[in-house]
T-cell receptor, first 116, second 113 residues
Framework: DAGVIQSPRHEVTEMGQEVTLRCKPISGHDYLFWYRQTMMRGLELLIY????????DSGMPEDRFSAKMPNASFSTLKIQPSEPRDSAVYFCASSFWGARGKGEAFFGQGTRLTVV | AQSVTQLDSQVPVFEEAPVELRCNYSSSVSVYLFWYVQYPNQGLQLLLKYLSGSTLVKGINGFEAEFNKSQTSFHLRKPSVHISDTAEYFCAVTEQGFQKLVFGTGTRLLVSP
């Protein structure tokens, strides 16, 4: 498997613009997580899905952030409108709970977002 | 809710010296524990995990960690570090029955010649 694939790797956008980050989890994984990493706040869990259903979005900072998982192989994190304080590295991770695994998460390479 | 504390934000060490990175967790139920490593401009990579059984677990790159339930700790150790071990190390916990993986703030390991 190619692992968790995120796109784009880098995104530079102007304040007020809409930003969409994309993630393809590992095939067969039933959990998908979105994390945000900054120097100030470290690694924060934003939202996670189980079998495409959002389970906990308590980490989503505000209504400007939304996430979807229309099918088992694709998820998006959208920020509208974007603000400079949203600048961070956003990671997508997937995991599998069952006999073959106990939730160890596999991470993508991340999307470095810069809002100017 | 579970939480993870990594008290050391940075640990400087000389090459070939031993190192211990500390991790303490808080949870009212049984947990699974993980250590991840992050190299510059990379995603996180799993080093090792504790699910059950032996409290001493071995991982990749010569790292090992020991689960201590009474002290709620899961410290990471390596007997002899290399320059290439310079990276950020994250401890993470998930409660059995739940799938939310919570990370500590990370420890930056700086290995110098």
């Amino acid at each position: 498997d190619a692992g968790v694939i995120q796109s784009p790797r880098h995104e530079v956008t102007e304040m007020g613009q809409e930003v969409t980050l994309r993630c393809k989890p590992i095939s067969g994984h039933d959990y998908l997580f979105w994390y945000r990493q900054t120097m100030m706040r470290g690694l924060e869990l934003l939202i996670y899905f189980n079998n495409n259903v959002p389970i906990d979005d308590s980490g989503m900072p505000e209504d400007r952030f939304s996430a979807k998982m229309p099918n088992a192989s694709f998820s998006t994190l959208k920020i509208q409108p974007s603000e400079p304080r949203d600048s961070a590295v956003y990671f997508c991770a997937s995991s599998f709970w069952g006999a073959r695994g106990k939730g160890e998460a596999f991470f993508g390479q991340g999307t470095r977002l810069t809002v100017v | 809710a579970q939480s993870v504390t990594q008290l050391d934000s940075q640990v400087p060490v000389f090459e070939e010296a031993p190192v211990e990175l500390r991790c303490n967790y808080s949870s009212s139920v049984s947990v699974y524990l993980f250590w991840y490593v992050q190299y510059p401009n990379q995603g996180l990579q799993l080093l090792l995990k504790y699910l059950s059984g032996s409290t001493l677990v071995k991982g990749i790159n010569g790292f090992e960690a020991e689960f201590n339930k009474s002290q709620t700790s899961f410290h990471l150790r390596k007997p002899s570090v290399h320059i290439s071990d310079t990276a950020e190390y994250f401890c993470a916990v998930t409660e059995q029955g739940f799938q939310k993986l919570v990370f500590g703030t990370g420890t930056r390991l700086l290995v110098s010649p």
